[in-house]
């Protein structure tokens, strides 16, 4: 039988395995575009997991180990992998609830309950991917333990049969096999199944020979290299971290206090249980955070740290990037957690996910009350999202995710907020979001306007420019690290000439007769200069009556965005 400690030892197992091969993971992304984040995605949803399971004792149940990893990673659910990955192990809270020991037959059963809840979440589920993986490694267990219901047993049969999935995704789909690699998802999901066999066997804990710092720093190198902007200044002075005993004669939901530290700071993070209630946010009013923390309970614990002081004797050691990443990120992921609760007190309320300064005002003058800072190669986890829900004091709110592999991580968050409604419109680009914003009419009601932006988000053409992150040869295309590519509604239209050349090539692609508005958006790296190059271009080129717009969005990845309604 498998004890709570031996599932709770095989979770932090499992989250080392991923760790050490994150890169690796990360890599076997076949499209050229910056976007290689799989290994990552799965990394941070399990390490929530794992980070959660460190506050379990070697006495728990099955039952409860199952519990706390499935809770702590759903909040912590990252891109499109990692919230099938928590979807899979809510299958393990659900199949071992009321358990104290689990019997092989029990993993099967509670991996398969995992697979069909991650079926049913995606809209158009595809084989040859990490969905394949977990669905064979399920029936070769559910057959296994038929034979001995011995659980290194059955999970031995789960491994092989993940193994042996594994190995077919190329034949599945054919552009991996092009490519010559197997399915990304479905590698990480296999080095977590080993992870956790280890334990299961032999008793061990895949090592990472990495310290907490060391593995903060890790995650901090993905990070820094292709979203630095966004930590380049500390908006608040403290960070303020503490844990709350839950007075159980107080009946008000955390998702309170969550909303109301939305409304005095950043990087909120709300965990609770039944017993506490652990939190994490960057204030200037840490004192508030705290009165309005006692109306839940006593304080068990409270740290609170300067950061801008942090920061400064970082600078002099010359680590300021990193300490600085360290201090904003790795706190926020230990916590798990989401920001302070406003009430809601408007009829509607709009969330979206964007990066760069620029974009994030552009939503906001469009009547967005919180943008969650992120996008591509950096995919706010589910308790990112549900705590900018939570800061915006609405009584139903829309959520525009902006990227696709967002959509899930957003559609999680409407169960767990229960004192308001969420409406997530499947944008997956940011001009989407855009129009889908301007189509709101507050005088119609939040069906209609709901049809009416997605309508909105589907009329338009979005145009990128951005460039190669690796050698690669793709839609017929041979590309070398660092080329310029153009991509017209996410697909690959060109490779080589400058940014500028290319985001006229992407609008001229994309216009036509019936073209009345253009939108060119820029990114970091950009100069006004150039932007202004590429404007002239395009308007030599459209009709007289077309509409152009240009807009400094500060973005990271992509040199242009280019809206075509």
């Given amino acids: 039988m498998i004890t709570g400690k031996q599932l709770r030892d095989a979770v932090i197992s499992g989250a080392n395995s991923i760790l050490k091969n994150r890169k690796y993971v990360d890599d076997l992304n076949i499209f050229p575009v910056p976007d290689g984040d799989t290994g990552t995605n799965m990394s941070m949803t399990i390490g929530a997991g794992s980070d959660a399971m460190g506050a379990l004792g070697d006495e728990e149940t099955t039952a409860k180990v199952a519990k706390t990893a499935a809770s702590a990673m759903l909040r912590g659910a990252r891109g499109n992998s990692g919230v099938i ?268 996910v964007a990066a760069g300064d620029g974009l994030k005002a552009l939503f906001s003058d469009l009547g967005c009350a919180q943008v969650v800072s992120g996008g591509q190669t950096m995919n706010p986890s589910t308790a990112d999202i549900v705590a900018a829900v939570l800061a915006t004091p609405a009584k139903h709110v829309f959520v525009l995710p902006n990227n696709k592999n967002i959509i899930m991580a957003a559609e999680q968050a409407i169960p767990l907020v229960t004192d308001r409604e969420i409406t997530v419109i499947p944008t997956r680009t940011i ?46 295309f041979k590309i070398k690290e660092g080329d310029t590519m153009g991509l017209t509604n996410g697909k690959l239209e060109f490779v080589g000439d400058t940014p500028v050349r290319a985001a006229y090539k992407v609008a001229k692609a994309l216009m036509s007769k019936h073209t009345s508005f253009i939108t060119l958006i820029y990114g970091e790296g950009v100069s006004e200069e150039d932007a202004n190059e590429a404007l002239r271009l395009i308007r030599n080129k459209a009709d007289d009556d077309v509409e152009i717009s240009l807009v400094n969005g500060g973005q990271p990845v992509y040199y242009f965005i280019l809206s075509v309604e």
């Fill in 85 to 352: 990955l928590s979807l899979l192990f809510r299958g393990f809270s659900k199949g071992l609830e009321d358990t104290e020991e689990a019997d092989g037959a029990q993993l099967a059963q509670a991996l398969a309950l995992g697979v069909d809840a991650a079926y049913k979440a995606v809209m158009k589920p595809t084989e040859g991917t990490i969905l394949t993986v977990a669905r064979v490694a399920a029936e070769k267990g559910a057959a296994a333990a038929e034979i001995d219901n011995d659980p290194v047993y059955v999970w031995d049969a789960i491994c092989l049969g993940a193994a042996e999935a594994l190995s077919t995704t190329p034949d599945l789909l054919p552009v991996l096999k092009k490519a010559g690699v197997v399915d990304a998802g479905g590698q990480g999901l296999c080095m977590i199944f080993d992870g956790m066999m280890r334990v299961f066997k032999y008793g061990e804990i895949v090592q990472t020979e990495m310290s907490a710092e060391e593995k903060a720093a890790e995650t901090a190198e993905f990070f820094a290299s292709v979203a630095a902007e966004f930590d380049s200044e500390i908006n608040f002075t403290y960070c303020t971290e503490f844990i709350v005993g839950r007075n159980p004669e107080i009946t008000t939901e955390p998702n309170e206090l969550r909303l109301f530290l939305e409304t005095i700071g950043d990087c909120v993070v709300v965990v609770d249980d039944e017993e506490i209630i652990k939190v994490h946010v960057h204030t200037e009013q840490p004192g508030d955070a705290l009165t309005k923390a006692l109306e839940f309970g006593a304080l068990l614990t409270v740290k609170v740290e300067n950061m801008k002081e942090q920061h400064r004797k970082a600078a002099e050691q010359n680590e300021a990037n990193r300490a600085a990443f360290e201090e904003n990120r790795a706190g926020a992921k230990e916590a798990a957690s989401a920001p302070e609760i406003a009430e809601p007190t408007e009829d509607i309320g709009f969330v979206s």
């Fill in 431 to 476: 001009p989407q979001g855009l129009s889908a914003m301007l189509a709101f009419d507050p005088d119609n009601d939040t069906a209609a306007n709901a049809d009416a932006m997605m309508m909105a988000a589907e009329g338009v053409s979005t145009g990128t420019v951005t460039f190669a992150a690796r050698d690669s040869e793709f839609g017929g």
